[in-house]
């Protein structure tokens, strides 16, 4: 019999999700001269207990080129997904890397 | 820390906390823990060679900053369901920085208070350096849910089979299927013969709004959402209030995608046209080998005016 944790921070399963794409075997692509973290974003579907095991899979989901008349940047989304011993997703955490460089 | 204030309304303020001088220790801290141990953010030579002024401030070790702040301003049995951060600015070792969380919206829901919140951190000179929002589910106190709501009801809930699946149905993907969705989007032009399926690897792909031919509730399949129509106040208005789809794969034609259907949110809320009754059902779209082809959630809102009672 397991508990719940109590109120966790929703960032407690992937606090970078990022550095975790990477470390999980993704590549996190420069096309342009510059790469920054452009953003993270987390969601918890459903709680976790002490204990339990999950699963994580990351992935790349979404890739954009864009123009503007000073830079033209590259975005790659990131996304890892936690899943329950039931196999329920508990949580999604993705982020956005961002290649850029000013247009000549 | 104070806890959440009992009157949330927007305009709240959550939180506001200043840290005088982040320091090369906490990012080490953070590079320890989270296994980055990029050279930017803690060598100065590092980041000297890119053209910054020092180390920059990890973009996650802030969102974490506001993370913790949040959990520790709402008591125990809230949830924080969302949080997302943009980081606008780069901030740097010795900046002083301000964390910041104000309400924007409150929704009642059945059990809980959905508190919408925007998050920011502040940088020197003022600059947002980044910005964002989170959503917190605050259990509603026993007072509180009969207060405000005047529409949503056990009976009601239990019609939808709230929280559980209220139906699950099988469809044929066929290829008329797809050129009748087509035909009933508009007419096709001979200059632009906009096809109705789309070859892709070989299979028949269906257009990424399909999934909404194949809504049990749209079809009429599944048809218990008649209690609208008695709650005993006139309607005013009301319609599609969303749609969002994430699909794992295509459709394609030849496909069995059977799909359950459950209602996850039945609120209301004060609307121009009168008091707002919300459902919002999703879809879970799964083919023969169980596998999932896509989730959808969709949002149905009915205006009632409550001043003016129906005769029984």
């Known amino acids: 019999m397991s508990r719940p944790i109590g109120l966790l921070a929703p960032t407690a399963l992937c606090p970078d999700p990022l550095v975790t794409a990477v470390s999980m075997g993704l590549e996190r692509p420069q096309q342009y001269e510059r790469l920054i973290d452009g953003g993270s974003e987390w969601r918890w579907l459903e709680p976790v207990s002490p204990g339990e095991q999950l699963w994580q899979i990351a992935r790349i989901i979404d890739q954009e080129e864009r123009t503007s008349t000073r830079h033209r940047s590259a975005t790659t989304v990131f996304e890892i997904r936690t899943w329950n ?20 | 820390m104070t806890s959440v204030p009992h009157e949330l309304e927007p305009g709240t303020r959550l939180f506001s906390i200043e840290l005088d001088e982040v320091q090369l220790e906490h990012l080490v801290r953070w590079a320890g823990a989270v296994d980055d141990y990029e050279p930017l953010h803690y060598d100065e030579r590092a980041a000297a060679a890119r053209g910054l002024d020092g180390p920059v401030v990890h973009g996650p070790w802030k969102a974490s900053v506001l993370a913790r702040a949040l959990v520790e301003a709402v008591e125990a049995d809230a949830r924080i ?43 020197e000179g003022g600059m947002e350096t980044v910005v964002g929002g989170a959503t917190l589910m605050l259990p509603r106190k026993n007072e509180e849910h009969c207060e405000g709501a005047q529409l949503v009801t056990q009976v009601m809930l239990d019609r939808l089979n709230y929280g559980q699946e209220a139906g699950r149905f099988t469809y044929r993907i066929q290829e008329n299927d797809l050129e009748r969705f087509h035909a009933s989007i508009g007419p096709v032009d001979e200059l632009d013969p906009r096809p109705s399926v789309t070859v892709s690897g070989g299979m028949e792909v269906a257009p990424p709004t399909y999934y909404m031919a194949i ?86 809102a009915i205006a009632y005016d409550l001043s003016e009672r129906n005769m029984p």
């Open chain 2, 81 to 123: 369901t969302q949080l997302t951060c943009h980081y606008r600015r780069p901030d740097f070792v010795g900046d002083r920085l301000t964390f910041q969380a104000e309400v924007t919206e409150v929704i009642p829901r059945h059990d809980d208070l959905q508190v919408e919140c925007a998050v920011r951190v502040i940088g």
């Open chain 2, 215 to 300: 809504d049990p509730v749209e079809r009429r399949d599944l048809d218990i959402e008649g209690f609208v129509y008695q709650v005993p106040y006139p309607i005013v208005g009301g319609g599609n209030a969303f749609n969002e789809v994430e699909y794992e794969r295509p459709i394609v034609v030849g496909d069995l995608v059977t799909v359950s259907t459950s209602f996850t949110e039945v609120y209301e809320k004060v609307g121009r046209s009168g008091q707002l009754l919300f459902r919002v059902r999703s879809n879970v779209l799964t083919d023969l080998r169980d596998e999932v082809i896509a989730r959808s959630r969709m949002g149905h």
């Open chain 1, 85 to 104: 011993e039931q196999g329920r997703l508990v949580a999604v955490a993705r982020a956005r890397s961002v290649s850029y460089e000013e247009t000549k």
